[in-house]
T-cell receptor
């Protein structure tokens, strides 16, 4: 079983829709969670990170963590065609000496259509 | 700041050849790491470094070597390339919770 599971999609929504992207995880040692956006043939771009259970909001993006069910979500409000990308979730563990190890899901491909 | 830079952008190798993927960052981050990204597998950690002179293995280290002589640079070496190493390679650097990725190197091993 992978430590972080993510539905690969593709997920297609109309412009303006609310998008829900989800991951599940199995490793209780993850200290916090991150969401990245990756455009085609580009490097991952950090969107948000969140430590505890509950919601964290940044503009049109809301990250949600439910540690009791090991469930991570990213909501995108008022989705735009420019949001079309692959979204990666990751669980994070610290390493001795500083820094952090990320364990990624496989990514969900999102397409926002006009 | 240029952030994290990687060279080359694309490389074709023959089986058995060696090469070094370059990674540099100008953010004075102590922690740097290398990932590979394959379809259906996501990003997987190859090696990481918590500072100059200190490196450690990640999830998929076999076939790769690293060294860290300066804070800025973290090269990844393939000593004898194999077709299974065909992938997109990303370097990342971080401070605290934020981890920044480079643009990637696409490697094709024939």
């Amino acid at each position: 079983q992978k430590e972080v599971e993510q539905d690969p999609g593709p997920l297609s929504v109309p412009e303006g829709a609310i998008v829900s992207l989800n991951c599940t995880y199995s490793n209780s040692a993850f200290q916090y969670f991150m969401w990245y956006r990756q455009y085609s043939r580009k490097g991952p771009e950090l969107l948000m990170y969140t430590y505890s259970s509950g919601n964290k909001e940044d503009g049109r993006f809301t990250a949600q963590v439910d540690k009791s069910s090991k469930y991570i979500s990213l909501f995108i409000r008022d989705s735009q065609p420019s949001d079309s990308a692959t979204y990666l979730c990751a669980g994070v563990r610290g390493v001795t000496g500083g820094g952090n190890k990320l364990t990624f899901g496989t990514g969900t491909q999102l397409k926002v259509e006009l | 700041n240029a952030g994290v830079t990687q060279t080359p952008k694309f490389q074709v190798l023959k089986t058995g050849q060696s090469m070094t993927l370059q990674c540099a960052q100008d953010m004075n981050h102590e922690y740097m790491s290398w990932y590979r990204q394959d379809p259906g597998m996501g990003l997987r950690l190859i090696h990481y470094s918590v500072g100059a002179g200190i490196t450690d293995q990640g999830e998929v280290p076999n076939g790769y070597n690293v060294s860290r002589s300066t804070t800025e640079d973290f090269p990844l070496r393939l000593l004898s390339a194999a077709p299974s190493q065909t992938s997109v390679y990303f370097c990342a650097s971080s401070r605290q919770e934020t981890q920044y990725f480079g643009p990637g190197t696409r490697l094709l091993v024939l």
